[in-house]
Nanobody
Framework: QVHLVESGGGLVQAGGSLSLSCAAS?????MGWFRQAPGKARESVAS????????YLRDSVKGRFTISRDIAKNTVYLQMNSLKPEDTGVYYC??????????????????WGQGTQVTVSS
């Protein structure tokens, strides 16, 4: 059984920064981050392929968030800068062995972390 363990999250004021980490117990082809605000659907934030390191970032976080990976540690990171209240939500780490390209398609991720709360106050 594959386990994805997230760390990070917390409460930060608008304009601040947070860093999230997610360590997988085994190799993934693609890892990414999704978030879910209360009453809203889960949405893709960022993803990265393991082999080539290509990335996907949703438009609203471009220039503010950076996704990166540590191949040796099977770990993906999300550095979040210039946070806005609309970034608030539960952030979930996800992994896929079914795809090889970074994707925003939620259904392509078969492994999920437990989620970590990110709250950005105004």
């Amino acid at each position: 059984q594959v386990h994805l363990v997230e760390s990070g999250g917390g409460l930060v004021q608008a304009g601040g920064s947070l860093s999230l980490s997610c360590a997988a117990s085994g190799r993934m082809n693609v890892m990414g981050w999704f978030r879910q605000a209360p009453g809203k659907a889960r949405e893709s934030v960022a993803s990265i392929s393991w082999s080539g390191g290509s990335t996907y970032l949703r438009d609203s976080v471009k220039g503010r968030f950076t996704i990166s990976r540590d191949i040796a540690k099977n770990t993906v990171y999300l550095q979040m800068n210039s946070l806005k209240p609309e970034d608030t939500g539960v952030y979930y780490c996800a992994g896929s062995r079914a795809v090889t390209q970074a994707t925003s398609f939620l259904a392509r991720y078969e492994y999920w972390g437990q989620g970590t709360q990110v709250t950005v106050s105004s």
